[in-house]
């Protein structure tokens, strides 16, 4: 059991709000150390890791740009852009996206992300095809809830969509994860099975974006008959 005492550092560091890459790095020294691992083979291992994973360390470059784009008005640009198409709404802006992010999550093609694509770009497009659809701003409450959208359907598509790709990180571990089980399985036809999921998860989301144009539309109405009873 102390071999497991690299879960506890990390539940403890994570429970003190310590640095995230310190509380890693202790637990997987602390583990190899009571495991009887050479301390230069977990420096190896460590080592090792880093390299096979370097190429995620590119995810903190695209931050300092997206920050300069957003301060230079690509979120109004955006909004800006979509004001001119009276017949979008905030579903079909979403469902559009859905269709772009699962196909590209299924190429292998790195698009997409919270802080990359829907905090800048996506979400306020779909808000600005709301408020000009409803010709109204969106309240606090009706704005967090197309922000919760907006980030669900980035989730759906890069989910079920990168495991249609044969060589995907997700395919991988599931044929390695089978395989140490005892269950032999092709990449292949992980990714096969991985197709009729992501069709269904694009459908779910469109009814997803449908159901919320519909919510947006019914506050606007009540909130219209309201004032008109009030008056």
């Known amino acids: 059991m102390i071999k497991l005492i690299g879960i506890l550092i990390i539940v403890l560091g994570f429970s003190f709000k310590l640095d ?4 890693v790095l202790v637990a997987g020294v602390a583990t190899g150390l009571v495991s009887g691992v050479d301390f230069m083979a977990i420096l190896s291992t460590l080592g090792e ?18 920050g300069i784009l ?8 955006g909004a800006h852009f979509i004001k001119g198409m009276d017949s979008l709404t905030s579903g079909r802006i979403l469902s559009f996206y859905m269709i772009i992010r699962t196909l590209a999550a299924a190429l292998s093609v790195r ?22 659809k409803l010709s109204r701003t969106l309240s606090e409450k009706e704005n967090d809830k197309l922000k919760g959208v907006a980030c669900a359907v980035e989730n759906y598509g890069n989910f079920f969509g990168q495991n249609v790709f044969v060589a995907s990180g997700g395919v991988l571990l599931i044929v390695g994860t089978l395989q140490e089980l005892g269950v032999i399985v092709e990449p292949y036809s992980v990714s096969k ?13 469109f009814v997803q974006n449908y159901w919320t ?3 947006l539309s019914k506050a606007h109405l009540e909130t219209k008959l309201e004032k008109g009873v009030k008056e």
């Open 193 to 205: 099975a991985a197709i009729p999921m992501a069709f269904i998860s694009v459908l779910l989301s």
């Open 70 to 77: 957003e301060r230079n008005g690509l979120k109004e640009r």
């Open 49 to 66: 890791a880093f390299i096979q994973t370097r190429y995620m360390t590119l995810f903190l470059l695209t931050l300092p740009v997206i």
């Open 20 to 23: 995230t890459i310190a509380v």
């Open 213 to 215: 144009d519909r919510s």
């Open 111 to 132: 698009l997409g992300g919270h802080v990359q694509f829907i905090r800048p770009l996506i979400y306020p497009m779909a808000q600005s095809a709301s408020e000009n």
